[in-house]
Nanobody
Framework: VHLVESGGGLVQPGGSLNLACAAT????????MGWYRQAPGNQRELVAV???????NYADSVKGRFTISRDNAKNLLYLQMNSLKPEDTAVYYC???????????WGQGTQVTVSS
């Protein structure tokens, strides 16, 4: 599985961005997909996950502001980010986890910077 993120950039506080993750392979629909982020000097942290059946889970810091979704027919994962704050600044990574095999895949990351 190869993952490629897009959609990052510079946005003012209160603004919005929509990240996308394109996946190769025919098993996308079986994976638990997630968005993680890593700010300078910090560990990588979970932002949101979505299972193959569409159930979601969010970090407390982004609940009510971010929405994760997936399109299994197109092998696409999304993260709609609204009401962005400076503390959301980080490199955002797409992750695919296959529970049966334990396999884990990462994209290369996309930079999100929230600043005035």
């Amino acid at each position: 599985v190869h993952l490629v993120e897009s959609g990052g950039g510079l946005v003012q506080p209160g603004g919005s961005l929509n990240l996308a993750c394109a996946a190769t392979g025919s098993t996308f629909g079986l994976a638990v997909m997630g968005w993680y982020r890593q700010a300078p000097g910090n560990q990588r942290e979970l932002v949101a996950v979505i299972s193959s059946d569409g159930s979601t889970n969010y970090a407390d810091s982004v609940k009510g502001r971010f929405t994760i979704s997936r399109d299994n027919a197109k092998n696409l994962l999304y993260l709609q980010m609204n009401s962005l704050k400076p503390e959301d600044t980080a490199v955002y990574y797409c992750n695919a986890h296959f529970m049966k095999t334990g396999s884990n895949y990462w994209g290369q990351g996309t930079q999100v910077t929230v600043s005035s």
